[in-house]
């Protein structure tokens, strides 16, 4: 049986930007992402970064509620850290991504 874990945060824009630091996630394959701002219309960009500053995913221009199950980086393997730009509003993000057990 295939196990999940989650991991929730919450990140509070300044300026339009904030960001996260994700530790922990070794051995873990990420499998959703979901980001929820306090408002409906706040516009907003997300991205993923590696431990050697690579971007291994992003999107730009968003409105509201994301969620991803389908366009997951190949593989997220130990620490990266999480971003927020270019948002319309400055407040809280909630942010989850759920990662599954397989080792890869």
């Given at each position: 049986?295939?196990?999940l874990e989650?991991?929730?945060?919450t990140?509070?824009t300044?300026?339009g930007?904030?960001?996260?630091?994700?530790?922990g996630?070794?051995g873990r394959?990420l499998?959703?992402?979901?980001?929820k701002p306090?408002?409906a219309t706040t516009v907003?960009?997300f991205?993923?970064?590696?431990?050697?500053?690579?971007?291994?995913?992003?999107?730009?221009?968003?409105?509201?509620?994301?969620?991803?199950t389908?366009?997951m980086?190949?593989f997220v393997?130990?620490?990266?850290?999480?971003?927020?730009a270019n948002?319309?509003?400055d407040?809280a993000?909630t942010?989850?991504?759920v990662?599954s057990?397989?080792?890869?």
């Amino acid at each position: 049986m295939l196990m999940l874990e989650d991991k929730k945060f919450t990140m509070t824009t300044l300026s339009g930007a904030a960001s996260q630091a994700v530790n922990g996630a070794k051995g873990r394959r990420l499998v959703q992402i979901f980001i929820k701002p306090k408002t409906a219309t706040t516009v907003y960009d997300f991205s993923i970064t590696d431990k050697n500053s690579e971007t291994i995913y992003s999107f730009t221009d968003w409105t509201g509620t994301y969620i991803d199950t389908e366009n997951m980086p190949q593989f997220v393997y130990g620490n990266f850290t999480m971003a927020l730009a270019n948002a319309t509003n400055d407040e809280a993000f909630t942010v989850i991504l759920v990662f599954s057990e397989e080792a890869f």
